[in-house]
């Protein structure tokens, strides 16, 4: 364990933002009572077990699993000790980027306008009910060095919260049409062919195995109709915005403001190969 002594404002910073998000405040005391719920909550969400379920590489999580260990590592040493002073003409990260000041949602009238307000404020998620959110600006690099998906982004953002996040994420599995149904529909397969891939999986305990995979194993489909069939799924299935613009989270202007926003961030996270 890392002594108090050991430990810079900065590294206080750093770890609070990675378990409490870019709001956090070292010198808000009101961490030090939710430290322990918080580190378990954002162990459940970056745990590499979840990778299947989040659709997101047991690399990527595992990393950012390993960050949240660490995070609590160094703010327990500190739960109930003082901290650690900043150095002498460095202000504290949260004094070189002051907050905007909260305001309440914007007036505009038009769709137009609130899309140009979204872009000139992007918003960051601060109340525990639904309804009017806290808009703040986000700085790029308190976001994850990674590519981000729609709904992740909005997450990481601040814009909606974990449980909405999963739910989106459940809600888009549950309309996407059945991969069976489509292989059927494109004639790749019999009907009948459908019932004898789900018997083969289920008697190989093999459930978490997505169909298609478990159906190119057994030799009923090839890679090349797979793709098709999976492309084909994707294009049927309602975009995951809608969730949050059903839900009164998004408004419908602002999903083209957000996916702009998530094209630039992912643009820094290209595979140069």
Not at 37 to 42: A, H, I, L, P
Not at 74 to 80: K, Q
Not at 95 to 100: C, G, I, Q, S
Not at 119 to 134: C, L, M, N, V
């Amino acid at each position: 364990m890392l002594g108090t002594q050991e430990i810079t404002f900065e590294d206080v910073a750093r770890a609070g933002r990675v378990l409490f998000g870019p709001a956090f405040a070292a010198d808000c005391g009101g961490w030090r009572e939710t430290l322990r719920s918080t580190y378990r909550r954002r162990a459940m969400e970056t745990h590499p077990d979840r990778a299947r379920a989040l659709g997101r590489s047991e690399r990527e999580l595992a990393r950012e699993f390993e960050a949240v260990s660490n995070a609590y590592r160094v703010l327990s040493t500190l739960r109930a000790g003082a901290l650690p002073r900043a150095r002498a003409g460095v202000p504290p990260p949260a004094a070189r980027h002051p907050p905007r000041p909260t305001r309440t949602a914007p007036q505009a009238t038009t769709g137009a306008e609130r899309v140009r307000v979204a872009a000139e404020d992007p918003p960051r998620a601060a109340e525990p009910a639904r309804g009017p959110r806290i808009r703040a600006s986000v700085r790029p690099e308190d976001l994850p060095k990674r590519r981000l998906r729609f709904a992740e982004f909005l997450y990481y953002s601040g814009r909606v919260r974990w449980t909405e996040l999963v739910e989106a994420i459940a809600w888009q599995r549950a309309q996407r049409p059945a991969l069976g149904r489509i292989a059927v529909e494109f004639g790749f397969l019999h009907p009948d062919d459908v019932a004898v891939i789900l018997e083969r999986r289920r008697e190989a305990a093999a459930n978490g195995t997505p169909f298609g995979e478990w159906a190119v194993r057994l030799g009923y489909l090839t890679p090349f109709q797979l793709l098709a069939a999976l492309g084909q799924q994707l294009r049927l299935q309602r975009p995951i915005g809608q969730f949050f613009v059903e839900r009164d989270i998004l408004e419908a202007e602002e999903i083209d403001v957000i996916r702009r926003r998530i094209l630039r961030h992912n643009a820094r996270f290209l595979d140069p190969r």
